[in-house]
């Protein structure tokens, strides 16, 4: 059964914690997305966009969501990317 654990305003933060839980390999979903984008009025009578996993991996979202990756991101091939100065 899938349970919220998050709720968002925006459909930016909300596939940002979407993605980070997907690229840990948990399956998680978001619930009226696209009704919130319809209108921002939906965003206040639906209770905003709903971040959802399985309620057995609720702990581990948690956790991965609450984790500082920074330090992962790997900066010293930037000019593969023509992101370097």
Avoid: C, P
Avoid at 5 to 15: G, M, P, S, Y
């Amino acid at each position: 059964m899938l349970k919220t654990i998050l709720t968002f305003d925006n459909i930016v933060d909300a596939h940002l914690a979407l993605g980070k839980l997907q690229s840990e390999g948990l399956e998680a979903f978001l619930q009226d997305e696209h009704l919130v984008q319809t209108d921002w009025l939906y965003n206040i009578a639906v209770g905003g966009i709903k971040l959802q996993v399985d309620e057995h991996d609720i702990k581990r979202a948690q956790d991965i969501l609450a984790r500082d990756d920074s330090e992962r991101i790997d900066v010293d091939n930037l000019d593969d990317y023509g992101l370097s100065d």
